[in-house]
C-alpha cells in the first residue's frame, strides 16, 4: 500500500488540502539504520542533557505493513510520512502538507510524542558505513496539551526548553550507507544500564515498549 492509497482513504472534506498538497509534494527515500531503545546510567543521562537538540511533535497512525507519521517541527513544516519495510531497508514517502493542515491530525487525538530529537556524527563509526546518529528522548507530560497554532506550539516548546522531564527509555537509531556492524550496543556515545532491540522478539520486552509508546510518554 503506497501513500497515494493512504491518501484515498482521508476524509476529502476534512483534509482535501491535506490531499492535494501531498500529492504535489510527495519524495521517496531509503532508510537503512541500526534502533534500539536504551535506558542511560544517571551519568548517562546528564551526557544527554548537556547535547543540543531539536523538538518536535509526531502524530502517529498504523496502517496495514507499516506506519503514517505527520511530523510538526518548530521551523513551521509539517510533513506527512508513510514508512514501509523492504528486504534491505525502510521506503519512506514524504510529503510536506503545510504546519495547520497538519495540526489537524494532532487534534483528532491521534497517538502522538513530544520529541527531544539529539543528532550526532558518528565519528570513527563512519568507516564502517555511519552516517549520523538520531537519539530520541521523550517529554512525559501530563494530558493532552491544547495546541491551536503553530504559535501555540512554538511557546509549548519554549516552556519545556529547559525541562528534563523525560521517559527512562530512549531511543536511539545509527543511519547507515551499509550493515557493517553486528549490534550498537558496545558502540554507543552514552552510558546505559539497559538495552533492548528496536524491535525485540521476545514478549516481554515487547509489552515494556508497546506500553512505554503507547501510554506513558503519550501526549
Given at each position: 500500500m503506497g501513500l497515494f492509497d493512504i491518501l484515498k482513504n482521508l476524509d476529502e472534506q476534512?483534509?482535501?488540502?491535506?490531499?492535494?498538497?501531498?500529492?504535489?509534494?510527495?519524495?521517496?527515500?531509503?532508510?537503512?539504520?541500526?534502533?534500539?531503545?536504551?535506558?542511560?546510567?544517571?551519568?548517562?543521562?546528564?551526557?544527554?542533557?548537556?547535547?543540543?537538540?531539536?523538538?518536535?511533535?509526531?502524530?502517529?497512525?498504523?496502517?496495514?505493513?507499516?506506519?503514517?507519521?505527520v511530523r510538526l517541527s518548530t521551523d513551521k513544516t509539517a510533513v506527512l510520512t508513510l514508512k514501509r519495510q523492504a528486504s534491505d531497508g525502510r521506503i519512506e514517502e514524504n510529503s510536506d502538507i503545510g504546519f495547520a493542515s497538519g495540526l489537524t491530525f494532532y487534534e483528532d487525538g491521534n497517538l502522538a510524542h513530544l520529541v527531544r530529537r539529539i543528532k550526532l556524527e558518528p565519528g570513527e563509526l563512519?568507516?564502517?558505513?555511519?552516517?549520523?546518529?538520531?537519539?530520541?528522548?521523550?517529554?512525559?507530560?501530563?494530558?493532552?496539551?491544547?495546541?491551536?497554532?503553530?504559535?501555540?506550539?512554538?511557546?509549548?516548546v519554549n516552556e519545556l526548553r529547559d525541562s528534563t522531564t523525560f521517559g527512562e527509555w530512549v531511543k536511539v537509531e545509527?543511519?547507515?550507507?551499509?550493515?557493517?556492524?553486528?549490534?550498537?550496543?558496545?558502540?554507543?556515545?552514552?552510558a546505559v544500564e539497559d538495552a533492548?532491540?528496536?524491535?525485540?522478539?521476545d514478549a516481554e520486552s515487547q509489552l515494556v515498549i508497546s506500553n512505554y509508546w503507547d501510554n506513558e510518554t503519550r501526549i
Open positions: 476534512q483534509e482535501k488540502e491535506v490531499i492535494t498538497v501531498a500529492r504535489e509534494s510527495i519524495s521517496t527515500e531509503k532508510e537503512r539504520e541500526y534502533c534500539m531503545w536504551v535506558k542511560p546510567t544517571e551519568e548517562g543521562w546528564q551526557w544527554l542533557f548537556g547535547q543540543t537538540g531539536e523538538t518536535f511533535l509526531d502524530v502517529i497512525m498504523p496502517v496495514v505493513n507499516g506506519k503514517r507519521r563512519a568507516e564502517q558505513g555511519a552516517k549520523h546518529w538520531d537519539i530520541d528522548l521523550f517529554f512525559k507530560l501530563a494530558g493532552h496539551p491544547v495546541i491551536e497554532s503553530q504559535a501555540g506550539f512554538e511557546d509549548l545509527l543511519e547507515v550507507e551499509r550493515f557493517e556492524l553486528t549490534s550498537i550496543k558496545d558502540v554507543l556515545p552514552f533492548i532491540p528496536g524491535n525485540p522478539s
